[in-house]
Structure formats: structure tokens, C-alpha cells
């Protein structure tokens, strides 16, 4: 094996010991992806990956989202180098990435560049483990429930301007529908929740908010959370259909950058619906 992998908690998250050039093999890289999908959040501490080197590792463990440049979109709040940054304040709430598609990004490759004097450190929920650990009668009581998702709903519970243009968008993405439960191919159950997520279809606004909001906190409990604390070179992937993520708030003009690799969805949410278009 060219990598060395160790548990950081026991229900989340393992970090891996490598050479950046022992990652590039196709054993590797299939190892790396069994990994991440029992362990949801692989770290590589101080890998100081190149952007080709990590899009190459992308390629080699799923398919490649076409998303910024040659498989690199840079996460930063600075207007100037992404016209859409009040979008990622909604990063600041634990949320899931795509549930307004059907297939939800299989997961995310994640690398510091610069980092925040303050905040800005990156936290993640196993919602496979927190399904798992559910008393029985919750197990019975959520079974047969559907969530209904909005980016509207996520922006605003991040405090996101509710400018004409902002809303103009947001309306222009319509809500999704998914069971509460996802059911996996492989059998595995997760929890589809997050701050998209507005409200329990066929029930009561409050008492639906009510579960969600108890379910949210069951989940991101400290046993089911890796938080991670950002040092130079470091590089993250995590598996998003298993886990929730959440960047801790970080000023504006921070500086900020993290240069991100997505891997396309392989799998649909359970009964997933458009609400409208
Ligand atoms: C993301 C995300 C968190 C961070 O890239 O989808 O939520 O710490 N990033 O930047
Ligand atoms: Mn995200």
C-alpha cells in the first residue's frame, strides 16, 4: 500500500500519510475512494498537491464535475474573483452540496491555498452513522417522510442580502423534493438534511421545522464530527452523500482561497421530485 491510513474519530474521518507522487496510481486511488466512502472525510495533511496533481487524483477516483477552471473552482468571498460569493455564506450553515438535483455530487477534493487569520476552518457530520445510531421508534416515526428543499430557504437563514438580482436566482431554482431517509444501492442508510432543507411534506410548518432542527442536532453532535483545522498544503475529500459540511463564519476580505475538485453524482436521493419549475 502506498499510503499509511489512521482513524482521527471513531465514527468520522481518517487521515492519510502519503507521498503526493504514491497517491497517482489507479490501486490508490481505488483504495482512497473505499476509504472515503466508509470513513467520510479523508485528510491529507501537508500534501502541498499541485492543481494538476489533485485533479488527476479526482479523475482517478470517480468522474470530474466540469466546474472553474481545468477541474479547479476557487471558494472565496472576494467579489472580485467570484461574482457569485454572497452564494457561499450559505457554506456557513451545515448543508449538503446539490440537493436541488436529483444527483447530488458524489464529493468534493478541497485545498487550502491561503488561508483566514480567523475562522474559516471546515466541519463535517457522518449522517450515515448518525441514521444508524437513531433510537428504533425515531427509525419507524421518519421512515416514510419527505423533505422539501430550497436555496431560497438556505440563503436566507444565512442572512444572504435579499437583493432583487439574489432572489431572481434563487427563484430560478426550483425546489426539490427527497425522502428524509436516503436509502443507498449499497443498503447504507444517511440522513438528507441541512439548512436547505425548508419542510416535512404533509405536515404542520413548525412541527416540521421542529424535526428537522432535532434531527440537525443529533447529527452534528460531537461524535459525529471531524472539524478540521486548516494548515498550509493540506487537502481534504469528503463523500457528500454521506456527510454534512460547514465552514466556520471568516471575514469578507479575509483572503481566503480553496481551490476545489467536484465529482460527479453516481447515485439519485430516494424518490427525488421537482417541486415546480
Ligand atoms: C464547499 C464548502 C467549505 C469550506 O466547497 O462546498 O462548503 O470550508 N466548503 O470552504
Ligand atoms: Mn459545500
Not at 423533505?147 to 426539490?176: C, F, K, L, Y
Not at 405536515?203 to 486548516?230: A, I, K, S
Not at 471568516?250 to 436521493?269: K, Q, W
Request: aromatic share 8%; net charge negative.
Amino acid at each position: 500500500m502506498s499510503f499509511i491510513a489512521s482513524n482521527l474519530k471513531p465514527y468520522i474521518g481518517s487521515e492519510i500519510a502519503a507521498d503526493p507522487g504514491g497517491l497517482l496510481n489507479r490501486a490508490a486511488a481505488g483504495e482512497l475512494r473505499e476509504l472515503l466512502i466508509s470513513r467520510g472525510v479523508l485528510v491529507f495533511k501537508g500534501l502541498h498537491f499541485t492543481d494538476e496533481q489533485q485533479v488527476a487524483l479526482a479523475g482517478m477516483m470517480g468522474s470530474l464535475r466540469e466546474e472553474g477552471e481545468r477541474g479547479i473552482y476557487k471558494i472565496t468571498l472576494d467579489k472580485a474573483a467570484n461574482e457569485r460569493a454572497d452564494y457561499l455564506k450559505g457554506s456557513f450553515l451545515w448543508h449538503m452540496d446539490g440537493t436541488h438535483d436529483d444527483v447530488p455530487v458524489f464529493g468534493c477534493l478541497l485545498s487550502g491555498r491561503v488561508l483566514s487569520k480567523t475562522g474559516g476552518q471546515t466541519e463535517f457530520a457522518n449522517s450515515y452513522i448518525a441514521y444508524d445510531k437513531l433510537p428504533r421508534q425515531t427509525k419507524e416515526r421518519i421512515a416514510n417522510l419527505r423533505v422539501v428543499h430550497s436555496v431560497g430557504v438556505s440563503m436566507r437563514r444565512a442572512g444572504v442580502a435579499e437583493t432583487e438580482q439574489n432572489v431572481r436566482h434563487w427563484n430560478s431554482i426550483p425546489d426539490r423534493t427527497h425522502d428524509l431517509v436516503w436509502t443507498h444501492r449499497s443498503g447504507r442508510k444517511s440522513l438528507v438534511i441541512g439548512c436547505h432543507a425548508s419542510h416535512v411534506e404533509g405536515m404542520g410548518l413548525e412541527q416540521g421545522r421542529e424535526l428537522l432542527d432535532e434531527l440537525l442536532e443529533w447529527t452534528t453532535q460531537p461524535d459525529f464530527v471531524y472539524r478540521h483545522e486548516w494548515s498550509p498544503g493540506d487537502m481534504l475529500i469528503w463523500d457528500n452523500t454521506g456527510v454534512l459540511h460547514r465552514a466556520e463564519p471568516y471575514p469578507m476580505d479575509s483572503g481566503r482561497v480553496m481551490h476545489r475538485t467536484t465529482l460527479m453524482g453516481e447515485e439519485a436521493f430516494s424518490h427525488s421530485t421537482v417541486e415546480r419549475s
